[in-house]
């Protein structure tokens, strides 16, 4: 019976322990890396139904006075490149794949501009058309 009451006990402070330990964790990257929330939107695909697509980024900023600006801007951040996809997705003819060069010169500028300088470095993850 005391076994299972230690147990009960311990199982208890595992939540207090995780929160303790940093809370989320991030997928990867290091230190210097920058989590931004997958961005979707929709697709017309070629039988004319819509379909979604998703993308992955984030952003490396070594400096970090610049890091800490673009962690608390990843709300703005995030809304930026999914307009960017948005309007990308919007004028993506019917089976036609992404061009993940052309979204990360796009997503590159808008991340310079609110930063207000040049540092941080866009790093496309992956893209998916569904």
Known sequence: MNRRLALAALLALLPGVAAASGGEKKKGGGVSFVQIQTLTTSILRRNGSRGV??????????????RSLAAQSTPRLRAAYAQV???YASGLPAATPPDPDYLAQKMQRETDRLLGKPGAKLLVGTILVN
């Open 85 to 87: 996809l948005q309007i």
């Open 53 to 66: 697509m998703t993308m992955e980024v984030g952003i490396d900023v070594p400096d970090e006075k610049l």
